[in-house]
């Protein structure tokens, strides 16, 4: 899935483009400025835009590092399917 942006007018989020996503899904969003958990910085709208070649310039060297992470042996790489199964049975148990 694309990554998501809204911006806030009178007090609620409004995505910026349509999405696909079907009536009823619930999106948890959370708050990205200034320096981030996966060590991108971000100066204000623009800088954080996908659209970015400075911004796409930071995120290849974010993943280029955590490859040569999980090469070098420090960090386990995990099966997306793996994750994927584990997070649609955590939200089975929840709707119960």
Do not use: C, F
């Not at 420090?74 to 997070?87: G, K, P, Q, Y």
Request: hydrophobic share 40%; proline share 5%; aromatic share 2%.
């Amino acid at each position: 899935m694309p990554l998501l942006k809204a911006r806030v007018r009178n007090g609620r989020l409004v995505l910026d483009e349509p999405t696909d996503l079907p009536d009823g899904n619930i999106v948890y969003l959370q708050r990205v400025d200034g320096a981030r958990a996966d060590g991108v910085e971000s100066e204000g709208d623009e800088a954080a835009s996908p659209d970015d070649p400075g911004h796409n310039a930071a995120w290849a060297e974010v993943i280029d590092r955590r490859l040569q992470d999980a090469l070098d042996g420090r960090v386990e790489l995990v099966d997306a399917n793996v994750v994927t199964a584990r997070v649609r049975d955590a939200v089975a148990r929840r709707r119960g």
